[in-house]
């Protein structure tokens, strides 16, 4: 399969989106929708950009009790999202509830993909053990959440590019695997903690790469998309 990059569109507004959009000609691209902007403009927004034509990651990280998280994603499957996630710490009969919500809401045969997050990538084993008093090393907890992941019927889990050959090998070269931290220039990281180039992401194996900053913030980020695609053509 070709790598996927979803533009991480952490913008406040939709105008400002659709103006980097526009100005930069990446009308069409597949996107990832966060918090941030899906929270100040509501579900109009991705029938605004489905009119465009892009595919869409919706990334709210649902985490609830298991009907409230089955009707928020029947509503939302309702929207023709392509990939959608839930935190795997909700756990196994969230996870399902998640699933079978999507099913129920998806328009015709286009269920969307339910991802897991396992582990943020932003988190360091220092905050998890000490802070969070979890005896798992992040790994360790990665590796365990992807595989309750697996188990719960989800397609694929969100992880740092570095995380993906382990859990290949652990649930399976169909799961998918969705990589941020993601940085065209190794030296810069930003507030992300386990980072990869485009490159390094899809010769690990990763299927869908985010990419934010590192694109939005470039002198000129349709040249900076660019190199991102070939970079992951070229491993192809
Ligand atoms: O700018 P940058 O490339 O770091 O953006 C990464 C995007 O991926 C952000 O929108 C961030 O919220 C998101 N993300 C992440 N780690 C996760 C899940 C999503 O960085 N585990």
């Known amino acids: 399969m070709d790598t996927t990059i979803f533009l991480a569109l952490d913008f406040p507004t939709w105008k400002e989106t659709e103006q980097f959009l ?8 597949p996107v990832k929708v ?6 100040r403009e509501g579900p109009s927004i991705i029938e605004k950009l489905k009119k465009d034509d892009h ?3 919706l990334d709210l990280k649902l985490y609830d009790i298991p009907t409230t998280v089955q009707r928020a994603m029947r ?6 999202i392509d990939l959608v996630n839930v935190h795997a710490l909700g756990g196994t009969e969230m996870m399902k509830a998640a699933k079978e919500g999507l099913v129920q809401g998806a328009q015709s045969d286009q269920t969307p993909m339910l991802i897991g997050v396992t582990v943020l990538t932003s988190m360091k084993q220092q905050t998890l053990q000490q802070e969070l008093n979890v005896s798992f090393s992040v790994d360790e907890a990665v590796a365990h959440f992807a595989q309750m992941t697996r188990d719960a019927g989800a397609d694929g889990v969100v992880c740092s590019a570095l995380e993906v050959p382990k859990i290949k090998k652990i649930c399976g070269s169909n799961f998918v695997t ?5 940085r065209l220039v190794e030296s810069s990281h930003d507030d992300q903690d386990r980072v990869a180039t485009p490159k390094m992401a899809t010769e690990n194996g990763s299927d869908y790469l985010v990419i934010g900053r ?6 000129n980020p349709k040249a900076a998309y660019q190199r991102a695609v070939k970079e992951c053509f070229h491993v192809h």
């Open 22 to 29: 526009q100005e930069h000609d990446l009308k069409g691209v």
């Open 34 to 39: 966060g918090m941030e902007l899906f929270y």
């Open 55 to 57: 595919a869409i990651f």
């Open 75 to 80: 509503n939302l499957a309702g929207l023709g």
């Open 178 to 182: 969705v990589t941020p931290g993601i």
């Open 214 to 219: 590192s694109i939005t913030r470039a002198s």
